[in-house]
Structures are given as structure tokens and as C-alpha cells.
């Protein structure tokens, strides 16, 4: 995708196809059961998961783009960003409404592990809504810039991949499952509070960490 760059106002529309055509070859042509039943013997049936999701992740980056160039344009007047927020709501509640209808028509439901196409409509849709609720919060209340979240946006694939880290590191070290709602609040507050520290130290320190 980085080495087709596709024009961002389409890259949805393209996105949107991939997504038509993995959801077609899962139910028509035997991908889903490939994905869900087939033995393990090979480096591609090994794999086989992440390789057919690539399909649904790419999708939702493409549509990731689209939104993404609507949201980062600049927008002169409060007007322009109520009907950006509109659009994000309809959006969001179109995804509802087609991924209500692939669970309840035809029978297809939400697969993470497939990375179908009611799962990328329901990220689709929760993200969206989320967007719209944000600024629409903001268009009420004029916040002021949040210095977490400059700090954050500052080193962000750092703090991701300390979350990746720290969070597998938590799965090893206790059983999540079988946590009380006491631990599991106190677990997920020191997981915060420590990547939030991070982020606010090394912004204190002027320090940015590429990759």
C-alpha cells in the first residue's frame, strides 16, 4: 500500500473493495473454513490467520486514510467542523447498520480473527463514533492542548511498543482471566501510569526516540 500510495479521498473506495472481494472468497470459495479448520503443516497454513486478515487490515487502513485526511484538514470556521462531525456520525452509524445486517441477513459474524467484514465494520464504527463524540466535545468546550497527549504523540511507537511489551509481560506474570475487578483496576492503573510517566519524562528530558 506505502508503495501504491493511493490518493487518500479514494483509498476508502479501495479499501472498500478489498474488503468486498476477502469477504466473498470466505464465504464463497472456502477461505473461512480454510482459515478456521485446516491442519497446520506449512509455512503458510502456520500463518494462516495473520495472512488472511492482512486483507481486513488493510482495509481498515485504507479507510483509516480517508478519515484521517478529512479530520487533519484544516477547517477555517466552527460550521466546517459540525458537518465534519455530522459525517463522522453517519458514518459510524451506516457501519452499524450494514454490520447489524451481515449478522442478522446473512448469517456472517464479527471475527477478529479473520478480520472480516463485520469486524472492520465494527471498527469502522466505533472508531467513527468516537471521533464525532471528541469533536463535538471539543466544538462545545474549546479545551486547551493536553500536554499527555503532546508527549505522547511525541514518542507514540515508542509508547506503543512499550504497551505491546508491557502487556505481554503482564499476560505472563498472572492469570487476566481469572482476575478480581480489584486487580484488574489496579493492574491496568500502574500499566497506564507507568507509560504515561514515560512519555511525560522523556518529553521533560527533550528527548525523541525514532526508529
Given at each position: 500500500?506505502?508503495?501504491?500510495n ?27 473454513d480454510?482459515?478456521l479448520?485446516?491442519p ?15 486483507f481486513?487490515?488493510?482495509?481498515i ?21 459540525r ?11 451506516c ?17 477478529r ?56 509481560i ?31 519524562i522523556l ?9
Amino acid at each position: 500500500i506505502a508503495l501504491v500510495n493511493p490518493p487518500a479521498q479514494y483509498a476508502a473506495l479501495i479499501g472498500a473493495a478489498i474488503l468486498v472481494v476477502y469477504q466473498i472468497l470466505l464465504t464463497k470459495f472456502g477461505l473461512q473454513d480454510y482459515i478456521l479448520n485446516a491442519p497446520r503443516v506449512d509455512l503458510i497454513s502456520a500463518n494462516k490467520e495473520g495472512l488472511g486478515s492482512l486483507f481486513g487490515y488493510t482495509a481498515i487502513f485504507l479507510v483509516g486514510m480517508t478519515l484521517g485526511a478529512v479530520l487533519f484538514t484544516r477547517h477555517a470556521t466552527i460550521s466546517r467542523w459540525r458537518h465534519v462531525c455530522l459525517g463522522f456520525f453517519a458514518t459510524s452509524a451506516c457501519a452499524w447498520g450494514v454490520g447489524f445486517l451481515c449478522e442478522g441477513y446473512l448469517g456472517i459474524y464479527v471475527s477478529r480473527r479473520m478480520a472480516n467484514l463485520p469486524y472492520v465494520l465494527l471498527v469502522v464504527a466505533y472508531n467513527t463514533f468516537l471521533m464525532g463524540l471528541f469533536i463535538s466535545i471539543s466544538i462545545v468546550t474549546r479545551p486547551v492542548p493536553s500536554h499527555l497527549l503532546a508527549a505522547i504523540n511525541r514518542n507514540q511507537l515508542l509508547i506503543f511498543l512499550l504497551g505491546n511489551v508491557s502487556t505481554g509481560i503482564i499476560n505472563l506474570s498472572m492469570r487476566t482471566l481469572y482476575a478480581s475487578d480489584m486487580q484488574a483496576f489496579v493492574v491496568l492503573t500502574l500499566y497506564l501510569l507507568a507509560l504515561s510517566l514515560t512519555a511525560v519524562i522523556l518529553e521533560r528530558k527533550d528527548i525523541t526516540i525514532k526508529f
